[in-house]
C-alpha cells in the first residue's frame, strides 16, 4: 500500500502549485487587458462618455398635447425617449422586456408598452402618460380612485397601472372582449371583477395592492361609490398612538 502521507503532500503541493500559476496568468491577462483598455481610452473620464447615436431619425409626435421633435437613434425606445430625452420620469422602467407593465402609456388612447414601442414609429401620434392625465390640479378619475381605494403601496408600478386601466376601459366600451367574456357575440356593457382583473393581468403589482386597484377601476368603470376604508390619523389619535408607544417601550 503506498504511503498516504506522501500521496497528500504531492496532491497539497500540485494544487497550491496549479492554483498559484492560474492565479500568476489570470493576474498577468488582467493586467495586460487593463494596459489594452488604457491605450484605447482617448481621454480621462472616457467610461463616462455619452452614447454616439446612430442612424438617427428625426420623429414628430405630441405627448400629453404639446409637439415634441425629436432627433433619436433609431433604437430608442418610447420609454427611454420620454424619460431621457423629455425628462418625463412619471413612466417607469421595470422589466424593459414586456413583462411587467410599468411602461405602460396610451398612443392615440390606446394602451402600449413603450419599452416595446419604437419612437421612430410614432410620427404624428399623440402620447398621453401619467403627468398628461390630470387637468390642472384635477386629478383624472382613474388617479383620485387609486388614491380612494388604496390602489398603491410603494407606486412603482402605478402609473402603468392607471394608464392602462384607462385604456382597458376604452377597450371595453368599444367592444373588445377578453380571455374570460363568457358572451363574445354579446357586446360587453358591465365588466366583471374577473374581467378587470384579467384585462389588467399584464400589470404587475410586486406589493400585491391588486383589491384596492380592482376597487378603483371598479369604481370608475360602474360609476358606484364605495365608501373609502382609511383615513388620515387626526392629531389627537397620533398623540394617543405616541403615547401608547411609550408605554409600549418603557
Ligand atoms: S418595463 Fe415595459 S413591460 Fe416592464
Ligand atoms: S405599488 Fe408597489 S409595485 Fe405596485
Known amino acids: 500500500m503506498p504511503d498516504l502521507s506522501d500521496v497528500g503532500q504531492s496532491r497539497r503541493t500540485f494544487m497550491m502549485q496549479t492554483g498559484g500559476g492560474g492565479i500568476g496568468l489570470f493576474a498577468a491577462n488582467l493586467l495586460a487587458t487593463e494596459s489594452a483598455l488604457a491605450q484605447m481610452a482617448p481621454v480621462s473620464g472616457a467610461a463616462s462618455a455619452p452614447v454616439v447615436a446612430q442612424n438617427v431619425v428625426k420623429v414628430v409626435f405630441k ?62 401620434r399623440e402620447v398621453t402618460t401619467i403627468e398628461g392625465l390630470a387637468t390642472g390640479d384635477r386629478l383624472h378619475p382613474m388617479q383620485a380612485a387609486f388614491i380612494k381605494h388604496d390602489g398603491f403601496q410603494c407606486g412603482y408600478c402605478t402609473s402603468g397601472q392607471i394608464c392602462s386601466a384607462v385604456g382597458m376601459l376604452g377597450e371595453a366600451q368599444r367592444g373588445q372582449v377578453s380571455h374570460v367574456t363568457e358572451n363574445v357575440g354579446k357586446t360587453t356593457t358591465r365588466l366583471s371583477n374577473d374581467e378587470i382583473r384579467e384585462r389588467m393581468s399584464g400589470n404587475i403589482c410586486r406589493c400585491g395592492a391588486y383589491p384596492g386597484i380592482v376597487a378603483a377601476i371598479q369604481e370608475v368603470h360602474s360609476g358606484r361609490q364605495a365608501a373609502q376604508t382609511w383615513g388620515f390619523a387626526t392629531e389627537t389619535q397620533l398623540a394617543s398612538a405616541k403615547k401608547e408607544d411609550g408605554h409600549a417601550t418603557v
Do not use: I, M, Y
Open 63 to 124: 405627448v400629453n398635447g404639446a409637439p415634441q421633435a425629436l432627433a433619436l437613434d433609431s433604437r430608442v425606445v418610447l420609454l427611454d425617449a420620454l424619460r431621457e430625452h423629455l425628462a418625463l420620469t412619471g413612466t417607469k422602467k421595470g422589466c424593459d422586456q414586456g413583462q411587467c407593465g410599468a411602461c405602460t402609456v396610451l398612443v392615440d388612447g390606446q394602451r402600449v408598452l413603450s419599452c416595446l414601442t419604437l419612437a421612430a414609429t410614432l410620427q404624428d
